[in-house]
């Protein structure tokens, strides 16, 4: 009975069992933590090629080029991945002047496998803004009202000098009667160069788009007269006066007193705001409308037009990582 008791006191070989039932979670644990370093470092690596991959993409396209983007895209992917290139999942996509690159796959693990699991899956995504810049512009002139005298200008800026490529102006002609619009007044218009004709921009520093309005209906230089045959009808007449030699307002989308005169896309832009010039001109090939305010009744706008834009990409040091 003394032999059992002291065979039950017996504690010499407790450490050892301790152990051995600890070593299990710790080899896993350790495991587990190798493993989960082997998948962070393919992550990173392939977050660095999406990054690349994404900029290379994004350095090229213009809005429209998708194709020649993606393909700039996966060469860069090639040279930083080689063979493993094909053997991850790679997703594309070129919109809104951002190219996105997801990248999914999986890496082999070494310890995991004592759990049943041989791969562990990983995924990256880079996200690149390709900032564009519009070099030619079509107009096309919509409806237009009211009794004074409008001209819309596309300006350019480079060194300083500002270039006047394009306008559209509108004359009056009828204040009131059947021809008026109920009153809203009727006119002229006139595109330079002509309706749909492609616009040349150049090289510039800036652009910006002004509305300048002459009160009495009649373009510089020339003055309102009432027209003898209708009383209804205005005629414009030659006219040397300093008042007609200059306009009574202009309105500019570079100058934050007088921005939200334009509306796009039915949309008007905030005063106090220098919109950047893809909330003016749209890259993918679509029409803009816009539509100004000559007055302060912005609730009805008096002239409209759309416009659309051909663009290229800005040069490489602009283009950057979103996400």
Request: hydrophobic share 35%.
């Amino acid at each position: 009975m003394k032999k059992i008791r002291n065979f039950l006191k017996d504690r010499s070989g407790a450490t050892a069992v301790t152990f051995a039932l600890l070593l299990v979670p710790i080899v896993g644990m350790t495991g587990l933590a190798v493993d989960y370093t082997r998948a962070s470092t393919d992550r990173a690596r392939l977050q660095g090629a999406a990054d690349s991959a994404a900029l290379a993409g994004a350095s090229v396209f213009t809005g429209l080029n998708k194709s020649a983007a993606e393909e700039s895209a996966r060469a860069y992917l090639r040279g930083n991945l080689g063979a493993e290139a094909d053997k991850v999942k790679i997703t594309f996509s070129a919109a809104d002047q951002r190219v996105t690159v997801a990248i999914s796959g999986e890496t082999n693990s070494l310890f995991m496998q004592l759990l049943n699991k041989d791969k562990v899956a990983i995924g990256v995504t880079s996200q690149a803004l390709a900032p564009l810049k519009p070099t030619s512009v079509k107009f096309y002139p919509g409806d237009m009202y009211g009794w004074y005298y409008k001209k819309v200008s596309i300006v350019v800026v480079k060194g300083g000098k500002e270039t006047v490529v394009g306008t559209i102006s509108y004359t009056s002609e009828y204040r009131s009667g059947p021809n008026s619009a109920s009153g809203r007044g009727t006119g002229k218009k006139e595109t330079i160069p002509p309706s749909g004709t492609n616009i040349d921009l150049g090289e510039f520093d800036s652009l910006y788009l002004k509305m300048e309005v002459k009160n009495d209906g009649c373009p510089i230089g020339q003055k309102y007269s009432a027209d003898p045959k209708d009383s209804n009808h205005t005629i414009c007449v030659t006219s040397n006066a300093s008042a007609d030699s200059k306009y009574n307002k202009t309105l500019r989308t570079d100058d934050v007193n007088t921005v939200h005169y334009l509306f796009v896309d039915g949309v008007q832009l905030k005063q106090g705001s220098k919109p950047p010039l893809d909330d003016l001109f749209n890259c993918d090939g679509s029409r803009l409308k816009h539509a100004w305010e000559d007055g302060g009744g912005f609730a009805l706008q008096d002239f409209f037009y759309e416009v659309t834009s051909g663009c290229k990409a800005v040069d490489n040091e602009n283009v950057r990582l979103t996400h």
